[in-house]
């Protein structure tokens, strides 16, 4: 049911497009992938992100897990059924949010017992109950529950963290039993390259249709993503798409692609857009600022999506600026768009054999903040 083939390859880069087969259908990889953590991408209705080019979304398995519950989630017959979403989804493992929100934690080898952010209770989340979860969401990507550190952590706290997120991939695929689903590991290993090698050959003999690169984008500076990934790159199966977790900022993304990468997922649009940032070509815009007041220009001029089809800078800075739910939704349009449209021209220039040109000629514009 999972095949990925790739379809052609940049001469000049490497950088790839592919097809990856799911039950719930074919994505095109390079590919962005919006975020809807609680089974909704904040305030859009799933109609409205498929519009916006959308071939698969995220949905987060701790929150879920949470509220309201993952066997709920199964009653209502399938995440895809209960949140009216029929294309492809991918939950991550819970490793992440286990970490990064609880108020308390005590990792073992065993697993992590943590309190909930909402109200205190007790859980303990292992391998086998991630997977237990995912099964019940029926997700079409599951990911493998890992441990994740921060970045700066010492050479031993990042070696355990790899160690143990090795074995605990080996009990994720093990329990891993529903064939319509399929398991991507995880590579950590923090910012020593030699740890990161060591995690993607322990990772490989689990890897069916796909590897994830975990524990990146977590306050290291971009170079240093850049030469993990430059370091993992010689190790990386050719047949299987190769998705770096959190990443979403336009410049990553090329410079992802550029290294190999071929999937991508970050709130980063989303969570922006309802600040009031719009992500453009020429870099990203303060929706807010008065020099905008009077703009009746689109947030992007070129830009085909709902927002900028309708509606001006002066309109969407008016109701950002009082707080109207309706500014937050049109800004997550009109980024989420904005991504796609970016991938779109990536593919372009992988099919011209020209894609270290193209970063090249577009990098200085899309890092541009413009009146922040
Ligand atoms: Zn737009």
């Known amino acids: 049911m999972f095949k990925y083939e790739v379809i052609k390859v940049c001469k000049q880069s490497g950088a790839r497009i592919g097809r990856l087969y799911t039950p719930h259908g074919v994505i095109e990889t390079p590919v962005f992938m919006p975020v809807g953590t609680k089974a909704t991408v904040k305030s859009l209705s799933p109609e409205e992100v ?24 199964r009653a209502a017959g ?3 059924k209960f949140m009216n979403w029929s294309k492809p989804i991918l939950t991550d493992s819970g490793g992440f949010q286990v970490f990064s929100l609880s108020a308390t934690r ?9 309190s909930s952010f909402i109200d205190g209770s007790h859980h303990f989340m292992t391998p086998e109950k991630s997977m237990e979860i995912q099964m019940a969401l029926g997700s079409d990507i599951v990911m493998a529950f890992d441990e994740c550190t921060a970045a700066g952590v010492d050479f031993k706290t990042a070696e355990s963290a790899m160690s143990r997120t090795a074995a605990w991939l080996e009990r994720s695929y093990r329990s891993m039993t529903s064939s319509d689903q ?14 990161r090698i060591e995690s993607i050959k322990r ?9 994830a690169v975990g524990g990146l984008s977590v306050g290291e500076p971009k170079p240093v993503m850049y030469e993990m990934l430059d370091v993992l790159r010689e190790y990386y199966p050719e047949n299987m798409p190769r998705y770096l977790m959190g990443v979403g900022s336009a410049d990553c993304i090329v410079e992802g692609v550029v290294r190999g990468i071929d999937m991508f997922d970050c709130v980063l649009p989303t969570r922006t857009a ?7 070509f020429n870099g990203t815009l303060t ?18 999506c709902y927002c900028c089809r309708n509606y001006t800078r002066a309109y969407v800075r008016h109701l950002i600026n009082t707080d109207e739910i309706f500014g937050g939704r049109l800004l997550s349009i009109h980024n989420i768009r904005f991504l796609h449209r970016l991938v779109a021209k990536i593919k372009e220039a992988i099919y011209a054999d020209r894609l270290l040109d193209f970063r090249n000629e577009i990098m200085e514009n899309l890092c541009r903040k413009n009146n922040s």
């Open 50 to 73: 498929a519009e916006a080019g959308s071939q698969i979304l995220l949905a987060n398995t701790y929150h879920l897990y949470l509220r309201p519950g993952h066997e709920t989630v």
């Open 274 to 280: 309802r600040n009031g940032t719009a992500m453009t």
């Open 287 to 304: 929706i807010r600022n008065a020099e905008y007041k009077e703009d009746f220009t689109p947030v992007e001029e070129g830009c085909d």
């Open 203 to 211: 990772s490989l003999p689990f890897a069916r249709c796909g590897i």
């Open 106 to 114: 005590k990792v073992t080898d065993d697993g992590v017992k943590f």
């Open 182 to 195: 399929m398991l991507f590991p995880i590579i950590q290993g923090n910012m020593y390259p030699e740890l």
């Open 78 to 80: 399938g995440l895809h």
